[in-house]
């Protein structure tokens, strides 16, 4: 990175060139991109969820608004509540007709006959067995007497006027056992017509039905309407003092959740916005700083939105707003470089100590997202995507730009901020806080497993008392005091789907005979497949076949003669005994507007629902769902077990999902840190803050929820963010002694601060979707913040720091499995050579030096002897003084290095602190004791006499740089006593 940001500062014209041409490529694909707002994107997919889905989508559920007009008098006029209700329809259809499709409740005079003559005309339909076995007790000679009788005291009567012509079309009410099918549409059977209305049996309340045009998600022309009709209530209340009107709908909570949302984020976030722009400010001392650290989010979004419009063209909305909040994690790279570009003003120190970390937890965070793709949600997978690509690019922009656009002080001379003051705290050294922390966690063990899931998507809603009155008061009216719940059965075609319903429709009836269900709506009995209604054409055939036609019409004939009948009078009906018959299409129903079958049926490509209405005691929910949930195409649909089957496989999915994450950071982690021991002790804080977290939700009894699980994929990225830093903080102090933990500490405690102002805000929302989100987020935030600086700084502090300063190696795996007096290692003492660099990034770079050459040092060891003093010029990384100080115990090493990064490596090995070996930038003035010199490859600063020296002071020479021309030594008294493998030993002839 440090090679780039040098390009630019050279080439700065083609790389803002380069820059413009990037955003504008990528803000143009971002704009392209098409927007699902199906929110039923989010729910996983599966094969049941399948099915499920593609029925809610054909199935019309409409949300229909219920307007109840009730009497408020004592004694109720029906009049006056029918009157009040026409009134209604009239303003309705005057005020507000695009607002609404259609209007139910109210039967025109022309509806009854238009029913009752499509019954008559079409009658086989309508008739089953049972109805034959009914109309063949009216067919004896007394019963025809009997009810000719009734139907001339009928015609006589005033209502005769009336009944007139349906007496004469079927004396014998043949047409009635048809019409009770029809009474089959309703679920409730507490009402009546009167005035052609729908009004309850005490005649106090009238029901009329809306079928609003606009979906409830239309907000802000909901509101409109809503408020229309609530003018209207309200003049209509004013002209009819003894009648009020009220009204209820799905809409009501879409508009209060709309409206509460958007005052809770406005309120909260305008706060948290105010508050976090002053600290930044404030802190980094630059007013331009929230700019700064929100470019490389922004370009980060846009390059994820442009990267999901090249692989899909389209994106759920709703990943898009979820993403919106997982940006946060982006912020914390810009944090972290900004911190420490502001204590440290160097830009090549600062991508040493920066640029490993951020790649590194954006790389691990990024694959962690990129485990969504696994969860059998399309929202899910493109939230996956999105959060990855954004990650890594914000991430790579805030080490590209942040250098570039923040001016750091020359000096950080500034008087320390409470963030500094509170980041200077050790918290891995306050034993107190140390027992706490640990305490919680034991409790934890015991509770985390028990945290629920909330399967219930009506508990994220905000219900106002107002609506729920409302909700309340329209149920008691329609007496829905049980539960109700739809049966749906589908097909690839409407006659598949309608045979299946009429095979629910026969049981059903044995139901609710049988007391478990109180009654229920369906089209069983009216609308049949075509198979079904040509078995009752034949079925009506076969009953009035010629004798028994000849017969019941020859005493019609006889006895309508007694009560001054004519002969024809009834040949309408003989007409109507031999008539052919066909069956009726779904077109031949929808004829009769006032039959609604439209709220049943649904069409789509290649398939069709037909759905019923149950009203069932809550008691016997649970033997109706397991009569019915294996039934094949029909599909129960109620609110819970609707929710548990869309999202049963969610916690599932999710449990795999963490399992997934953290064996890909496992593996991420190890490839950057290339050991098994720092990749478990980076992980080792996420499963402890997984546990701490879910143990408090278990115990103050807080469940997940569709929305709050999505967030802890937030919550795991953060706290991985937190881990790596803290591990790369404490690395860097055992690697070079530099205490940069402060620093560290500093970037995640400004991390947790906005997080929390952010996020944590959302904690004064009323709406309970928002609430949840925010407690969750809180509570895994300090959980990992705390695990962070208190469990894991402990534990990297004592087996790495404090075994440093012991002079023992810091932990590792090897301890308990490598053979300490394993030949091999007595020789060269390999493994301790090793541990003194491990977890350090010349690790790598010693193992080169030290394979090839352990043999040359075992020479050299060999013609040492214990109590030399030996001077070794050129010593790199001090890996032969390192070897030398195991061989023997008694040798003093005094090692020169010129070159200050090997040299800073040297003194910072563990084996430095005894007191036999010293690493020196330069030969020192008193080399009196020196009596050996090694010379290795390198090029020494040191400016120093070594002919002096070696014909003074020297007894043995020793040359491991091949290059070295060595001839001049034995002209001083020296023989050479091995030359082979590019060691030479010279030792001084006495």
Not at 463 to 471: D, M, S
Request: charged fraction near 25%.
């Amino acid at each position: 990175m440090y090679r780039i940001h040098k390009f630019i500062l050279k080439n700065k014209a083609l790389a803002f060139i380069a820059f413009i041409f990037f955003v504008g490529i990528v803000s143009f694909l971002a704009t392209r991109i098409d927007l699902e707002e199906d929110i039923s994107s989010l729910i996983p997919t599966g094969e049941r969820q399948d099915i499920l889905r593609k029925v809610l989508d054909q199935t019309e559920f409409s949300d229909k608004i219920i307007i109840s007009v009730s009497s408020t008098a004592k004694e109720p006029d029906p009049e006056e509540v029918t009157h009040y209700a026409g009134r209604f329809i009239d303003s309705l259809n005057s005020q507000l007709p695009e607002y609404f499709d259609d209007i139910q409740g109210r039967v025109p005079d022309e509806g009854i006959r238009e029913v009752y003559d499509f019954v008559y005309n079409n009658l086989p339909v309508f008739l089953n067995e049972d109805d034959y076995g009914i109309i063949s007790s009216r067919l004896p000679r007394d019963s025809i007497r009997e009810r000719l009788q009734n139907n001339y005291k009928s015609l006589i009567s005033p209502t005769g006027i009336i009944t007139k012509d349906f007496l004469f079309k079927d004396p014998l009410a043949i047409t009635g056992l048809g019409l009770e099918k029809l009474r089959e549409l309703q679920v409730e059977d507490e009402f009546e017509l009167y005035n052609n209305f729908l009004i309850t049996k005490d005649h106090r309340h009238v029901l009329l039905f809306i079928s609003p045009s606009l979906p409830a998600s239309e907000t802000n022309r909901n509101v409109v309407f809503i408020d229309q009709l609530d003018k209207i209530l309200k003049d209509l209340d004013a002209d009819f003092p003894e009648v009020k009107g009220d009204y209820f709908g799905g809409v009501l909570y879409s508009i209060a959740n709309a409206q509460q949302i958007k005052k809770d984020i406005q309120l909260t976030l305008g706060i948290a916005a105010g508050i976090l722009l002053l600290l930044l400010i404030f802190y980094y001392r630059r007013i331009y700083v929230p700019l700064v650290l929100f470019v490389p989010v922004v370009l980060g979004g846009l390059t994820a939105i442009a990267f999901l419009f090249l692989i899909k063209g389209t994106v759920s909305a709703i990943s898009l707003g979820i993403g919106a909040i997982l940006l946060g994690i982006s912020i914390d790279y810009s944090l972290h470089i900004l911190t420490h570009y502001k204590k440290n003003n160097n830009i090549k120190q600062l991508y040493r100590e920066v640029a490993g970390p951020v790649l590194m937890s954006s790389t691990t965070t990024a694959i962690a997202f990129l485990c969504l793709i696994f969860v059998r949600s399309e929202a899910l997978n493109d939230l996956g995507i999105f959060a990855a690509v954004s990650v890594i690019v914000a991430s790579f922009f805030a080490l590209l730009l942040i250098p570039l656009l923040y001016k750091a002080p020359a000096v950080d001379k500034e008087r320390p901020t409470f963030l500094d003051r509170i980041a200077a705290i050790e918290f891995h050294r306050n034993r107190p806080l140390i027992i706490v922390v640990s305490l919680i966690f034991l409790i934890a063990i015991f509770s985390f497993t028990s945290v629920g899931f909330n399967y219930d998507l009506s508990a994220l809603n905000y219900e106002p008392e107002e609506i729920r009155a409302k909700e309340k008061n329209v149920q008691e009216i329609a007496g829905r005091a049980a539960k109700s719940v739809y049966l749906v059965s589908y097909g690839t075609t409407l006659d598949e789907a309608l045979g299946n319903n009429n095979n629910l429709y026969r049981d059903l009836k044995e139901l609710e005979e049988e007391g478990k269900i109180n009654n229920y709506s369906s089209i069983g009995g009216v609308v049949l497949s075509t198979r079904s209604q040509l078995e009752r054409i034949e079925q009506w055939r076969e009953f009035w076949n010629p004798g028994r036609r000849n017969e019941v019409t020859q005493r019609l004939i006889e006895e309508s003669g007694n009560f001054g009948f004519r002969a024809r009078s009834f040949e309408e009906f003989y007409t109507l005994l031999s008539a052919h018959f066909e069956p009726l299409y779904l077109d031949d129903y929808r004829q009769i507007s006032s039959l609604y079958l439209d709220d049943f049926i649904s069409e789509g490509d290649n398939f069709a629902t037909v759905s019923t209405s149950i009203n069932i005691k809550p008691e016997y929910l649970e033997e109706l769902t397991q009569i019915f949930q294996n039934r094949e195409n029909t599909v129960l649909i109620d609110r819970k077990q609707l929710n548990e089957s869309f999202l049963g496989n969610l916690k599932n999915d999710f449990n795999n999902l963490i399992a997934y994450s953290l064996i890909a950071v496992f593996i991420v982690l190890f490839l950057f840190y290339r050991s098994l021991e720092l990749t478990l002790l980076t992980l080792l804080p996420i499963g402890i803050t997984w546990v701490i977290a879910l143990g408090i939700m278990s115990l103050l009894h807080i469940e997940f929820n569709i929305l709050n699980i999505i967030i802890s994929t937030f919550i795991f990225g953060l706290g991985l963010d937190y881990s790596i830093f803290i591990s790369n903080a404490f690395l860097r102090e055992y690697e070079t002694s530099v205490k940069v933990i402060k620093t560290y500490r500093t970037s995640i405690l400004l991390s947790v601060f906005t997080t929390l102002l952010g996020i944590g805000a959302l904690f004064l929302a009323k709406h309970p979707a928002l609430r949840s989100v925010s407690i969750v987020s809180i509570i895994g935030i300090l959980s990992a913040v705390s695990v962070a600086f208190v469990i894991q700084g402990y534990i990297f502090q004592k087996l790495f720091i404090e075994r440093k300063k012991m002079g023992r190696p810091a932990f590792n795996f090897r301890n308990f499995y490598y053979p300490a007096r394993f030949s091999g290692n007595r020789l060269y003492h390999k493994k301790e050579v090793y541990d003194n660099y491990r977890y350090k990034m010349v690790l790598a770079d010693v193992k080169k030096e030290f394979d090839p050459d352990k043999e040359r040092f075992l020479r050299v060891a060999e013609f040492l002897e214990a109590g030399d003093n030996v001077l070794h010029l050129n010593s790199g990384y001090g890996t032969l003084p390192v070897f030398l100080s195991y061989k023997f115990n008694d040798l003093m090493v005094v090692a020169v290095e010129g070159d200050e990064d090997k040299l800073h490596v040297a003194r910072n090995t563990f084996r430095n602190t005894v007191e036999m070996l010293d690493f020196k930038e330069h030969v020192p003035d008193d080399i009196s004791q020196i009596n050996v010199l090694i010379w290795s490859r390198g090029s020494s600063k040191n400016q120093i006499d070594l002919k002096d020296v070696i014909s003074r002071r020297i007894k043995k020479v020793v040359i491991l740089d091949p290059g070295y021309n060595y001839r001049w030594i034995t002209d001083h008294n020296f023989e050479i006593l091995y030359r082979q493998n590019n060691v030479v030993l010279l030792g001084k002839v006495e």
